[in-house]
């Protein structure tokens, strides 16, 4: 089999085209505005072709206690749930399992460290943060150039 897309718990590998000659479009979700909501898919689509995509957030897994909301992601350093408003790491690369590691540890460390982490690496990353006003996306130099060259394609 040549042209494929598999989805194996929330991770996607796509290789090849669809039946009909187009690329195996995937939109990316987008944690939900209500935390107790169900999440959407965003404006950003990727052709997945030779390429893996992979998200970890807290908004899926998470506990609240005493008003404190609890990702059920352990930051390393502190032995504790993350603690930063990162609420979703979504990454592009050609190894899945490489992907969603990838994606787990940018969440861990924030922000500013995942960007500066990714664009360093050249590793393709979205980081959605929660604002009080609601959310904001990061994009590393290399999610952006991917963006690029998949709207030439469509």
């Given at each position: 089999?040549?042209?494929?897309l598999?989805?194996?718990?929330?991770?996607?590998?796509?290789?090849?085209v669809?039946?009909?000659?187009?690329?195996?479009?995937?939109?990316?979700?987008?944690?939900?505005?209500?935390?107790?909501?169900?999440?959407?898919?965003?404006?950003?689509?990727?052709?997945?072709?030779?390429?893996?995509?992979?998200?970890?957030?807290?908004?899926?897994?998470?506990?609240?206690?005493?008003?404190?909301?609890?990702s059920?992601?352990?930051?390393?350093?502190?032995?504790?749930?993350v603690?930063?408003?990162?609420?979703?790491?979504?990454?592009?690369?050609?190894?899945?399992?490489?992907?969603?590691?990838?994606?787990?540890?940018?969440?861990?460390?924030?922000?500013?460290?995942?960007?500066?982490?990714?664009?360093?690496?050249?590793?393709?990353?979205?980081?959605?943060?929660?604002?009080?006003?609601g959310?904001?996306?990061?994009?590393?130099?290399a999610f952006?150039?991917?963006?690029?060259?998949?709207?030439?394609?469509?």
């Open positions: 089999i040549r042209d494929f598999v989805e194996v718990g929330g991770e996607l590998r796509g290789e090849g669809k039946p009909d000659g187009t690329p195996w479009w995937v939109a990316l979700e987008q944690p939900p505005a209500d935390d107790h909501a169900h999440s959407t898919e965003s404006d950003i689509v990727v052709a997945l072709n030779g390429i893996s995509v992979a998200t970890s957030g807290d908004y899926r897994r998470y506990f609240e206690r005493n008003g404190q909301r609890y059920h992601t352990i930051d390393p350093r502190s032995g504790r749930p603690a930063n408003d990162v609420a979703a790491v979504t990454v592009l690369h050609e190894n899945c399992m490489r992907a969603d590691a990838l994606a787990t540890a940018m969440m861990v460390m924030g922000e500013a460290e995942a960007i500066a982490f990714g664009t360093r690496l050249g590793i393709a990353a979205r980081i959605v943060r929660r604002t009080p006003l959310f904001t996306e990061a994009l590393t130099p952006e150039r991917l963006l690029n060259d998949d709207s030439d394609d469509a």
